[in-house]
């Protein structure tokens, strides 16, 4: 029973000191990582709104905006 005991409290400080280990190594690496989605997700918008104003002001320039965007095969 006391070895059961023992057993378990090792087991915990183990997975403590694993995940003090990795949250500490990859802390810095989820940090960059979410900063860089978040950056992503800036430029995404900012480039969907001037979409929206290009395709407002000027919807042939949005049509060849779209066409060379959009993976479609171009014939040459």
Request: glycine share 10%.
């Amino acid at each position: 029973m006391l070895r059961t005991l023992f057993t378990i409290g090792v087991m915990a400080i183990l997975g403590l000191f694993v995940m003090k280990l990795v949250f500490g190594i990859l802390g810095g690496v989820f940090v960059i990582f979410f900063g860089l989605a978040y950056l992503a997700f800036k430029i995404v918008l900012i480039g969907a709104v001037a979409y929206v104003v290009i395709a407002i002001v000027s919807p042939r320039s949005a049509k060849r905006l779209r066409d060379r965007f959009s993976g479609a095969p171009t014939t040459y």
